[in-house]
């Protein structure tokens, strides 16, 4: 497995991204907007995030949102596996919880799916090589 990034939800992305950027010194690799799903992701780290084998920050904008009740700025962590549907079916051999299987991301192709740890905490598994 692979570190990929961890996501954070905002409720303005462009005050988020000048934070980070300009504040905390992380460069903003790329951005994404999905006015279908109603939502726009930004994605930021040091140096050129993974490419360098470092962990990546993806904040979240859902459109309309202007608040999150305590505890709901948390969204999940991302894992890079080789191969999605083969990691869930190891995790569930071994007692781990799957909360969505393996399959294309709304708006997409890249083959993701949710795990949950024993304390509720998502966990993302992005199949490597399509990630977006």
């Known amino acids: 497995?692979?570190?990929?990034?961890?996501?954070?939800?905002?409720?303005?992305?462009?005050?988020?991204?000048?934070?980070?950027?300009?504040?905390?010194?992380?460069?903003?690799?790329?951005?994404?907007?999905?006015?279908?799903?109603?939502?726009?992701?930004?994605?930021?780290?040091?140096?050129?995030?993974?490419?360098?084998?470092?962990?990546?920050?993806?904040?979240?904008?859902?459109?309309?949102v202007g608040h999150y009740e305590h505890g709901g700025f948390y969204g999940h962590i991302a894992l890079g596996v080789e191969d999605v549907a083969l990691t869930c079916q190891k995790i569930k051999e071994k007692g781990g919880k799957v909360t969505r299987e393996a399959g294309a991301v709304q708006g997409g192709n890249t083959i993701i799916a949710f795990v949950e740890d024993p304390n509720g905490y998502k966990i993302e598994l992005i199949q490597i090589g399509t990630h977006e």
Do not use: C, W
């Open 1 to 64: 497995m692979k570190f990929l990034h961890t996501m954070l939800r905002v409720t303005n992305l462009q005050e988020s991204i000048n934070f980070y950027t300009e504040v905390l010194g992380m460069n903003l690799l790329r951005t994404t907007d999905r006015p279908e799903q109603k939502y726009s992701l930004a994605f930021l780290a040091y140096g050129t995030g993974n490419k360098e084998g470092q962990g990546e920050l993806e904040l979240t904008y859902n459109y309309g």
